[in-house]
């Protein structure tokens, strides 16, 4: 006899194809493809991530929700969040009607910023798996809707499980959540998306910095360091292309200030979204992550899956997937002058870089591939079913 396969839910608070989604859709697919699992998807919004679950058939059920958290302090901003999340419990039994009929077996959130799995897994009597993929306070500076303490109760008691995606994040939450109840799982990629010519043309040094344009990822440190390698070092063989929509049209604006006025215009480009970043980055030499409290930097594991030089800030869990000098290159946060000097000596040891780029993709096709991450998760999943 056939054994049924578990159905999962998993909630998502936005439906964009970023990061966070990326990893979940990649997830998705990985164990549809093995037919592991029957997967339905909730999203507050139809978008990219609800196409492309369409396209693979996968169920997608949208229902507006908001996050827990606001994204600034103050008392108006704290009853905004108060007033956001009793509206959110009162949509839960509205959500509740919507997906009763699947019986679901697990649910799973794809982020720390939404609650409304803890809620929907106590009414449906499942499990909760809470898979946090970033430092919401921290790296984001959001606050928490009720309070942090009320967050840390969430947390500690709201999941029967929560998966970190790095020992940054592991070591942060298990200062409020007991270590045994925590496990760590890398983010995975597919690896054959990233199997293609080695030749790239080397007339230029292209460095690409991937990601939304937010003032904790640091943009401008990079633009900054390109300044200089401009009109202090005279190296002209140089483009910085910046991949990723604005959070805010202030910070854009800010960074296109400081092209201007330090006259790169020649030197670095605005691409906005793209949404096949495989390919772009088989044109890349060099790979820029400047974020602060960097939760995993999945775009690093793609920099070295696409044959780029890495080169991280040493914070987050950045220096758990970059050893410098030998899987790349680390910079201390926001040195505007290391980060040249590092993409100096990139330029001028082109025997080492080849050393390095061979070394981090051999290291990201051994840890990172999105079937160790599948197979890892369905045997969580598993273990909390048989318990």
């Known amino acids: 006899m056939k054994t049924q396969k578990p159905v999962v839910l998993y909630i998502s608070n936005y439906a964009g194809f970023l990061g ?31 196409d492309k679950l369409d396209a693979i058939g996968v169920k997608v059920i949208t229902h507006g929700f908001y996050f827990s958290v606001v994204q600034a302090s ?3 901003e704290r009853i905004k969040g108060v007033c956001r999340s009793l509206w959110n419990f009162t949509h839960i039994f509205k959500i509740f009607f919507k997906i009763r009929k699947y019986n679901i077996n697990i649910i799973h959130t794809n982020t720390s910023v939404v609650d409304i799995g ?24 959001f606050k928490y809707s009720f309070g942090e303490k009320i967050a840390r ?14 020992e940054a994040l592991r070591l942060y939450y298990s200062k409020f959540v007991e270590p045994s109840n925590i496990i760590k799982i890398y983010n995975g990629l597919n690896i054959e998306d990233y199997a293609f010519n080695d030749v790239k043309q080397t007339k230029v040094l292209e460095i690409a910095l991937v990601g939304l344009l937010h003032p904790s990822k640091h943009q401008d440190i990079v633009i900054n360091a ?41 030197y670095v480009t605005f691409h906005g979204y793209v949404d096949n970043m495989v390919d772009v980055l088989s044109h890349m030499h060099v790979g820029v992550l400047a974020s602060e ?29 970059v050893v410098n000098g030998v899987t790349g290159y680390v910079f201390t946060l926001n040195d505007i002058q290391g980060l040249s ?36 998760i369905f045997e969580l999943y598993s273990t909390l079913l048989i318990n």
């Open 74 to 76: 103050g008392f108006k």
């Open 226 to 266: 390109i300044s200089i390698l401009v009109h202090q070092y005279n190296i002209s063989c140089i483009h910085l292309h910046i991949f990723g929509n604005s959070s805010s049209v202030a910070y854009f604006s800010d960074l296109k200030n400081i092209v201007t006025s330090n006259s790169l215009e020649n």
């Open 293 to 321: 409290f960097e939760a995993f930097g999945r775009v690093t594991i793609e920099y070295m899956l696409s044959k780029m030089i890495a080169v991280v800030s040493d914070s987050g869990a950045n220096t758990e997937l």
């Open 20 to 50: 966070a989604n990326r990893s979940l859709y990649q997830l998705i697919l990985e164990l549809k493809k093995e037919e592991q699992i029957t997967p339905i998807v909730l999203l507050p919004c139809a978008g990219l991530l609800s």
């Open 118 to 141: 803890v809620y929907l897994s106590i009414m449906m009597k499942v499990k909760h798996v809470w898979h946090i993929r970033e430092f919401a306070q921290q790296h984001y500076h």
């Open 341 to 376: 000097r590092i993409i100096y000596h990139i330029l001028d040891n082109p025997n080492e870089r080849s050393k390095i780029i061979s070394t981090a993709y051999n290291y990201a096709v051994e840890n990172f591939s999105s079937s160790i991450n599948a197979k890892r």
């Open 153 to 166: 109760l969430m947390y500690a008691k709201g999941a029967d499980r929560i998966i970190v995606i790095s």
